[in-house]
Every structure is written in C-alpha cells, then in structure tokens.
C-alpha cells in the first residue's frame, strides 16, 4: 500500500470498498463474521444499508462467534448453501 494508514491515509481511502459502496451495482452476498478483526461488521453492515437503500441486490448474514473464515462447521456449510443459493437465484440458474 506503500505505508500505513497514517503515511498514506488517502490510498486506504481510495481502496477500501466502505468509500465507494454507492458504486456497488453488481448483486452482493456479504458473510461476516462477529468478530472478524479485518473487515469490521459495522463496515459490512454499512455497506449492506448503502446498497439495499438504493435498491440493490444485497444479501447479509452474520456468523455469531465467527472472525475471518469460518471455524465452525454448522457455519462453513450454511456458508456454502448461501453461496450456491445465491448464484442461483442472481444467476437464474434454478427454475
């Protein structure tokens, strides 16, 4: 990124998805997890708002317990049946 957020405070800016979720049009499945350290849920509970306010096509599910990744195993398969459902329906892949 060429230093941290300090030094170069406009580049997080200008990458970060949470500045430019009002340029999300393609159809977005957001899986977080409570207590992920990297993506903040607030963050990806923003985005979700920007988007479904406008009228996009956005689904959310939260993973209580869960941070980056998944651990537990009741997780890791609902995430995957989100994710397969998902492509489905935004896909039309399904009747």
């Known amino acids: ?16 998805p949470i500045f430019h ?7 977005l499945l957001i899986l977080q997890g409570e207590i992920d350290m990297v993506v903040p849920k607030d963050q990806a509970e923003s985005i979700y708002k920007i988007i479904k306010e406008r009228g996009g096509v956005v689904e959310y599910k939260l993973y209580p317990g869960e941070g980056h990744g998944w651990r537990q195993e ?7 049946e989100r994710e397969l459902a998902f492509y ?8």
Do not use: C, F, H, W
């Not at 009741?74 to 995957?80: C, G, V």
């Open 88 to 95: 489905e329906r935004v896909l039309g892949l399904k009747n």
């Open 74 to 80: 009741a997780n890791m398969r609902d995430a995957y």
């Open 1 to 16: 990124m060429g230093g941290t957020l300090q030094e170069v405070p406009e580049v997080y800016k200008d990458r970060s």
């Open 21 to 27: 979720a009002e340029k999300i049009v393609t159809p």
